[in-house]
Nanobody, 112 residues
Framework: QVQLVESGGGLVQPGGSLRLSCAGF????????VSWYRQAPGDQRELVAS???????NYVDSVKGRFTITRDNAWNTVYLQMNSLKPEDTAVYYC??????WGQGIQVTVSS
């Protein structure tokens, strides 16, 4: 059994920052790629950022320069630092390990 637990979401004003965390528990022997996705109401789930075990990162264009994905391999944890947040960043954010395991989702709301 594998469980991913997300934390760090909430309500923030435009221009503010949040840091999401996702910790993996269970039979995780080798995590190659970890990712953050998001889904806004009425939209499809989209890939926001990903990072390989070696540290290669990839971002959707809309968050480049504002979001940073990092990982701690020793603790099976991935982070998403989100700066200069915009209302269009409002969504439920999901972490994903190895394109297989999903977190339960965490709400991020950017509003004044």
């Amino acid at each position: 059994q594998v469980q991913l637990v997300e934390s760090g979401g909430g309500l923030v004003q435009p221009g503010g920052s949040l840091r999401l965390s996702c910790a993996g528990f269970g039979s995780i022997f080798s995590i190659y790629i970890v990712s953050w996705y998001r889904q806004a109401p009425g939209d499809q789930r989209e890939l926001v950022a990903s990072i390989s075990r070696g540290g290669t990162t990839n971002y959707v264009d809309s968050v480049k320069g504002r979001f940073t994905i990092t990982r701690d391999n020793a603790w099976n944890t991935v982070y998403l630092q989100m700066n200069s947040l915009k209302p269009e960043d409002t969504a439920v954010y999901y972490c994903n390990f190895n394109n297989t395991y999903w977190g339960q989702g965490i709400q991020v709301t950017v509003s004044s």
